[in-house]
């Protein structure tokens, strides 16, 4: 029924089965996010990469095509992501793309919102994927756009039109897109033509304001077309209506279990919200109580918090901001990576959670509004790069790792780099390479996958996640970063980069202390910890070592531990 449909009032939204059931705090979720072209392709196992030898510069027009990875891939691949220690899959959207535009890989331009696009596979095979991992116990979301569809009409003449403030109003519309010059149906528009569902066919529910052309301007942000792709008028309650029943379809039809959503601050506050809690009360209607829905808002700590909270408003008026769960923590990626590689003054880190403190009287629970994460497909940094570019120490991705797993936030881990993907340039098909092999397969190579559950990197995160599912505090917990001591007297915080970063997560009366070395020397570090919570004698155990105790010692009212680390290494004390 699904691959069918051509209007929204088609869509029977009654539920046949019983629903998977939300996990209760997302907390408890350790998300993998994946390009589905770029992740598996399904095919018999090539290769296994053992080597880390580059072949020399890429192609570039390779890495902007379509490379044959599919939703039965990441199927098969589920087993992979579970025993790394993620228990959610978010896909990057599987929707059906313009068929003729090979460069939209990546999904974000997307044809017919009630498809998936035959180069992913089908609906069943959709279902299948969600079925196989809530089998295993894990979660599937969907990447999801609101704020505009793929480049499906033109203007006229097929020119470029930019944002211009000053027009009269919008631009004329030219035409829709034909796949080719024989498609069509006897109607005039065939499946690969124009834009489905049928409604989308309404040259009113596009503002047609042209390209931005200055990102920091707020009224182009979010009046204007997203290059190419074309501006929906989320404020029409016509469109609203449409994307809303679009969306609750693949809820209805896959059983998912939550949304990220793309280019949010370019969307409407008080439409995003209503977007939001209308899906979230179908969601809870069929029986899924908390359906995820978090989302990408490039901004500081205070723009962030504008965007989260079930009923924020601006003081002093009626204006209502989108009603997300959380976003993705691009704080924290501005300053994480320069503080673990010791570029930078940790002091940036422990400022960045004054956020928490200001922004939510428990700061405990802020954790909640956060998806944390290293490595992305779409960076606001220039040149691309992924955590390990130019870089070879790994020792260093799995700090950064595993600081997402041991501090506040939902944690999230961008495929690859669990095996160490250092992909950088300036286009962003760098960052996004094949793990199957293909003709744009990581460290420049083509023929090879990189499934490997031996690579010191994977085992390692997964070590730490399999720690982090066991101990509530490490992902309930309130958060304090630790003054350090040479001499078990004189407390400090370091200034250094090439430090020592310590910190603990607190839970009613447990503690638990993550202490990493940033340098490339050992070194013998006393760490503060809660004098409340325990006397002299008492014994931490290293839950990354379990034979390995530490002895709480005690200097005036300051309880603290002595601990040795080696270079690039951690310890998880309880």
Known sequence: MGENIQSVKDINFDIQNDVFPSPSDWRDVFIYFLLVDRFDNNEEAIELCNHLSESGEPDISEGKKFQGGNIKGITRRLDYIRVLGANAVWLSPVFRNRQEMDESYHGYGIQDFLKVDERFGTLEDFQELVKEAHSRGMYVIQDIIINHTGDNWEYPGDNPYYYWKDAPGPFDFGKWRAFSKESGSKDGIGENDAVWPLEFQNSEYYKRRGQITDWNDNEQAVNGDFFTLKELDVRRSDVLDTLIKV?????????????????????????????CNAIKEYAKSIGKHNFFIFGEIVGDDATIQKYIGRNSRIPGTNERFPSLDAALDFPLYFVLEEVIKGFSNPEVLRSRYEAFRNNYTDHGEAGRYFVTFVDNHDQMIRPYRRFMHGNSIHQQVVLAISYLLTSQGIPCIYYGTEQGFNGGGDDDAYIRE???????????????????????????????????MSEPALRYGRQYFRPVSENGTDFYYPSSGKSILAYSRILDTIEILTVM???????????????????????????????????????GETMFVKVELDAYSMLVLK
């Open 517 to 555: 070395n940033l340098d490339s020397e050992s070194g013998e570090n006393c760490i503060i910890i809660d004098s409340n919570l325990h006397r002299k004698g008492q014994k931490m155990t290293n839950l990354l070592c379990p034979g390995q105790q530490f002895i709480i010692e005690q200097s």
């Open 434 to 468: 094949c793990m199957f092999g293909g003709s744009w397969g990581a460290f420049g190579t083509q023929g090879y996958h990189f499934f490997n559950p031996e690579n010191p990197i994977y085992c390692a995160i997964s070590e730490v996640a399999g720690i982090r």
């Open 247 to 275: 969306y609750k379809y693949w809820i209805k039809e896959t059983d998912i279990d939550g949304f990220r959503m793309d280019t949010v601050k370019h969307l409407e506050s008080s439409s995003t919200a209503i977007f």
